[in-house]
């Protein structure tokens, strides 16, 4: 199976910044997207940012000034936040698709990282 690692949350305060990193192991041939969500206490999970194998970026309107995706390698995303407030404190959530040794079709998700971020 296709395993995501994340690392990089933490407790911060407002107005502080953190970097997310998330990387792609196992049996994989091909990594194409990656993504960042988040889902907050008593919140559905809602989209942060989406990057491609190009580099072809997207991000929810309301963390778009903030929040920078990036990829470093085929295999690793980062999501850097900037000027947190307390209303992003939530489990974010790795996420990649692509294709495993078998060049059979995957999505994963990574196990999620606590951002708390205080007032």
């Known amino acids: 199976q296709v395993q995501l690692v994340e690392s990089g949350g933490g407790l911060v305060q407002a107005g502080g910044s953190l970097r997310l990193s998330c990387a792609a192991s196992?049996?994989?041939?091909?990594?194409?997207?990656m993504g960042w969500y988040r889902q907050a206490p008593g919140k559905t999970r809602e989209l942060v940012a989406t990057?491609?194998?190009?580099?072809?970026t997207r991000y929810a309107d309301s963390m778009k000034d903030r929040f920078t995706i990036a990829r470093d390698s085929a295999k690793n995303t980062y999501l850097q936040m900037n000027s947190l407030k307390p209303e992003d404190t939530a489990v974010y959530y790795c996420?990649?698709?692509?294709?495993?040794?078998?060049?059979?079709?995957?999505?994963?998700w990574g196990q999620g990282t606590q951002v708390t971020v205080s007032s």
């Open positions: 196992g049996k994989i041939s091909r990594v194409d997207d």
């Open positions: 990057i491609t194998r190009g580099s072809s």
């Open positions: 996420n990649a698709d692509g294709y495993d040794s078998r060049w059979q079709y995957f999505e994963s």
